[in-house]
């Protein structure tokens, strides 16, 4: 069964740090360009970063540059996003995306289930 797992959201005080995980069964994720992508609550989903399949690649939101580092480690078949100086605004479902090239475009062939991130006091 093909099928992206993402795990190691949870609770935070603001300031906190959480690294989520994105790994992969059924299928190599080495090939493929990685997105993380989040929705808040009565929002629209967005684009937090991504990752191009060689690593080479990589960018972020305006509004995470700084404090977030994506990254990947293929012989795991995992792409991990490393979240620090967490804001309550980063509260969101964490949802982990493959693109359907080696790099980051705007074609998403499977996401995973999310993981919720939760920042408050």
């Known amino acids: 069964q093909l099928q992206i797992v993402e795990s190691g959201g949870g609770l935070v005080q603001p300031g906190g740090s959480l690294r989520l995980s994105c790994a992969a069964s059924?299928?190599?994720?080495?090939?493929?360009?990685i997105g993380w992508f989040r929705q808040a609550p009565g929002k629209e989903r967005e684009r937090v970063s991504c990752?191009?399949?060689?690593?080479?690649?990589?960018n972020y939101a305006d509004f995470v540059k700084g404090r977030f580092t994506i990254s990947r480690d293929n012989a795991k078949n995992t792409v991990y996003l490393q979240m620090n100086s967490l804001e309550p605004r980063d509260t969101a479902v964490y949802y982990c995306?493959?693109?359907?090239?080696?790099?980051?475009?705007?074609?998403?062939?499977?996401w995973g289930q999310g993981t919720q991130v939760t920042v408050s006091s």
């Open positions: 059924g299928f190599t994720l080495a090939y493929y360009g």
């Open positions: 995306a493959v693109y359907t090239t080696a790099n980051c475009s705007n074609y998403v062939s499977r």
């Open positions: 990752i191009s399949s060689s690593g080479g690649t990589v």
